[in-house]
């Protein structure tokens, strides 16, 4: 069936003219213009006069396109320095409307952050507190002169800070060479720093995509797991019982829970009762903010408990009756940047630069979410490689002043968000208060441990709630697989270590993309059943779709390279046979024929590189030698030109080449025609 639009025609030869539009072609037709070589052009049979697609008549304007580039060298550099320094572009339009929010929300995130800071510092790396307040403060400040989140607050965590009090236990657990435990969390932190500005540079920001879900979610709950366990001695007072026990931080999790089954009676009162109290203030808080009130939602709960802790453990000499406090702070002020030795020896700087690795990719894999999850709901754009190169000089700027990892945490912005952070201006009086709170650290002299403890219970527990969620949809769609990842990973954090469950979980990540991208993704076509010229993958609905005697259709469904034309020739053997990937390969062939035909429809493939030429070489030389003859449909530009060089398109030939599948299913009916009057002659 054929339709005819008139159009208008300004030639002075005609006052109209007739595109006409083929509905029983088996594709959309292409504008000429779509067609840059004019001998590929010819190749695929198309007019070179007829009229674009887009050039008839439509209500729809056409969109003007302003050419904005840089003209000189001068405005280049100013272009790409607001790009490469956002704070370049954000400082300079900033409006004082928009302080008030961003004040808000640096105040309420400092009120959460420095309390959540002493107690990373000191329960979780055993550093002193200031090193928690460094940990806020320089990362923070500089994180809102590199980064593009508007709403990420970035600072220590729980997860990454007790991967690095418990590569400090590891190491020291070795007392013939230990090391100076601030010295190796600042080179930690310098190195997580490096690595993850190296991954901007070389701009690896999609690697965030390659950690499932699943195994995160498995690795963050077998940590939140670790350190509730860990937390719990020091919860119920029974530190120095644990000591006389052997428990020590290099202690597994397990020995932590026999530990405290069989302790649990021996527990302090007082340290337990503060500890209860503590918990169920915080968590009273949480389920008292979800009321939709703003000012609710910004009251500072975790600093009022700290607050009336200290003064209530001051009134009632509470340090004279058991209970652990901070005690004396150095206060230090600021420090001048500097840059610990390098362990001397080979083993412990090899455990340094593999323990940074790992941090810098479980951190920055939670951050760039964070910030494509406000930047989305706010309507801004960011850059994952941007992101990395700020989050990795946040890092090494705050490990030049002694502090801890920092990355962005899910639920700090959340409340960042909350409060009217609206530019980097709120990260940026985040870190101001942070150093502002570094002279005050003498008045925390009366905070309890164990409230410091229980402000990193809570924070990891609200780690665990979202596991509920996450199995209840994994068992209703019966994503068993992710089930199964989630699972090993969560035992293998708690039974075994952190620095395993870690290692795991990056390694399975990557080798299960490295699997799902060397299969390459292909199809097999068939007829529709009741047309000559329409063609389909069987796969949508092999009842209507039918296989085609002596001919096989493979539709190429992606670009082809060296990692996934590997398996290539493996499944087109598996197609040939069986005509469908589903089929066990022990099984006998599905498709009883001989094989004459082979059509490859690859318009769906745009690139191609030099490994994955080679081998369609030899698949094609492979069909030549048995006699089958081979066509490639809708060859698009760069293949072809590759095709071209490497000697491919000589031994297909030219007049193998087809715009459409039947094009090609034409002449091989002309071929098997005039094959069956010489065998009948």
Known sequence: ????????????????????????????????????????????????????????????????????????????????????????????????????????????????????????????????????LYAIAFPAITYAIFGMSKQMSVGPEATISLLVGSSIAQVNHDKSDPVDALAWACLMTIFVGIFTFLLGIFRLGFLDSLMSRALLRGFISGVAVVVALQQGIILLGLVDRSESWGITEASSSIARLMFLVENVPYAH?????????????????????????????????????????????????????????????????????????????????????????????????????????????????????????????????????????????????????????????????????????????????????????SIIFVAVVSLLGELPHD????????????????????????????????????????????????????????????????????????NVIEHLEDVLIVRIDEPLFFANTGQLKDRLRRLEQFGDMSIHPSESPRLLRQLSYMIFDVNNMPEIDASAVQILYEIVEAYHARKVRVYFVRLREQPMALFRKSGLLEMVGVENLFRKVSDAIEVIEKDMTNNNQISFE
């Open 269 to 453: 009162a007082l340290t337990t009762t503060v500890s209860a109290v503590s918990i169920l203030s915080l968590a009273l808080a949480r389920v008292v903010k979800r009321v939709r009130v703003r000012w609710v939602q910004l009251v500072p709960e975790v600093l009022f408990v700290v607050i009336v802790a200290c003064l209530v453990t001051w009134w009632r000499d509470w340090e004279h009756q058991g209970l652990g406090i901070l005690g004396t702070i150095e206060g230090r002020g600021i420090p001048a940047p500097s840059i610990p030795a390098l362990p001397s020896s080979a083993k412990h700087m090899k455990d340094l630069l593999v323990s940074s690795a790992m941090i810098a990719v479980i951190g920055f894999v939670e951050s760039i979410v964070i910030a494509k999850t406000y930047s989305s709901k706010h309507n801004y754009s960011v850059s994952a490689n941007r992101e990395l190169v700020a989050l990795g000089v946040s890092n090494i700027v705050g490990g030049l002043f002694e502090g801890i990892p920092a990355f962005g945490s899910v639920a700090r912005s959340k409340i960042n968000d909350k409060a009217g952070a609206r530019t980097q201006m709120a990260s940026l009086i985040t870190g101001l208060l942070a150093l502002v709170a570094i002279s005050l650290l003498p008045y925390f002299y009366y905070l309890p441990k164990c409230v410091l403890s």
């Open 471 to 542: 199995l209840a949809f994994m068992l209703r769609i019966g994503a068993w697989r992710d089930l199964s990842l989630l699972v090993v990973t969560f035992l293998a954090t708690v039974t075994i270590s952190l620095e395993f469950g870690t290692l795991l979980a990056v390694t399975v990540s990557l080798l299960l993309t490295i699997k799902e991208t060397s299969y390459p993704r292909i199809s097999i076509m068939g007829r529709v059943k009741g047309t000559h010229n329409k063609f389909r993958p069987i796969q949508d609905d092999p």
């Open 1 to 132: 069936m054929t339709t005819s639009l008139p159009i208008k025609n300004t030639s002075p030869e005609s006052t109209h003219s007739t595109i006409h539009l083929e509905d029983d072609s088996d594709e959309e037709w292409l504008p000429t213009n779509a067609i840059h070589d004019e001998r590929q052009s010819l190749l695929l049979g198309l007019d070179q006069h007829a009229v674009p697609r887009y050039m008839t008549a439509s209500p729809l304007p056409s969109a003007r396109i302003s050419d904005n580039s840089p003209k000189d060298t001068w405005d280049t550099f100013k272009v790409r320095s607001k790009y490469y320094l956002p704070i370049l572009q954000w400082l300079p339009l900033y409006r004082f409307h928009l302080f008030w929010g961003d004040l808000i929300a640096g105040i309420t995130l400092s009120c959460l952050l420095i309390p959540q800071g002493l107690s990373y510092a000191t329960a979780l790396c055993k550093l002193d507190a200031i090193h928690g």
